[in-house]
């Protein structure tokens, strides 16, 4: 069965700094990994996704992440932070077989945006 | 487009009293998935449809909840009887088609307080 880890159940950055958050997932075989947004009061939106192909996966708001399969870790970045991007953030891996699949989602990072 | 709509966003019922909740996905999407999220974790999948059919359901508690999509479109998950730990927000989301790497499309959640 697969897993995800997030590190971290908060962080916080000053407006304009690098954000980084931290997912590890566990698959005995190849993953889907995604990374969710969920402002206050929302349900999550899909901020990207990586299946096949370039490890470099780049997402909306100006958010990225690499799967890095060696570090079986798939961490989310943007190189400056905004006041609007606080928010809680979740990634989730899913994997295929058995003709049906159960997306796992990690325990979810609340990102603090300081002025 | 419309996104996944439920109802209702809130509710509070006494531990042993029955409740519904409502979700109408994405027009044309085939495949409905409802979420647990209990405060501070992660969405847990409860159960997926495939059009009408279920096409996982090994993570609902079926003792006491039961969910049903008999049209193919529009689903309602129902808990009977509830008990202190059911509270958490109730997710709906739908995608295309239920590929393993399709994007979801979460609705804004009915959050449930059981007293």
């Known amino acids: 069965a697969q897993s995800v880890t997030q590190l971290g159940s908060h962080v916080s950055v000053s407006e304009g700094a690098l954000v980084l958050l931290r997912c590890n997932y566990s698959?005995?075989?190849?993953?889907?990994l995604f990374w969710y947004v969920q402002y206050p009061n929302q349900g999550l939106q899909l901020l990207l996704k990586y299946t096949t192909g370039a490890t470099l996966v780049k997402g909306i708001n100006g958010f990225e992440a690499e799967f890095k399969k060696s570090e079986t870790s798939f961490h989310l970045t943007k190189p400056s932070a905004h006041m609007s991007d606080a928010a809680e953030y979740f990634c989730a891996v899913s994997v295929t077989g058995g003709g049906s699949y159960i997306p796992t989602f990690g325990r979810g990072t609340s990102l603090i945006v300081h002025p | 487009e419309a996104g996944v709509a439920q109802s209702p966003r809130y509710k509070i019922i006494e531990k042993r009293q029955s409740v519904a909740f409502w979700c109408n996905p994405i027009s044309g999407h085939a495949t409905l998935y409802w979420y647990q999220q209990i405060l501070g974790q992660g969405p847990k999948l409860l159960i997926q449809?495939?059009?009408?059919?279920?096409?996982?359901d090994s993570q609902l508690p079926k003792d006491r909840f039961s969910a049903e999509r008999l049209k193919g479109v529009d689903s309602t998950l129902k808990i009977q009887p509830a008990k202190l730990e059911d509270s958490a927000v109730y997710l709906c989301a739908s995608s295309s088609l239920g590929l393993v790497a399709e994007t979801q499309y979460f609705g804004p959640g009915t959050r449930l307080l059981v007293l």
């Open positions: 698959s005995s075989v190849p993953p889907y």
């Open positions: 449809f495939q059009n009408n059919g279920v096409v996982d």
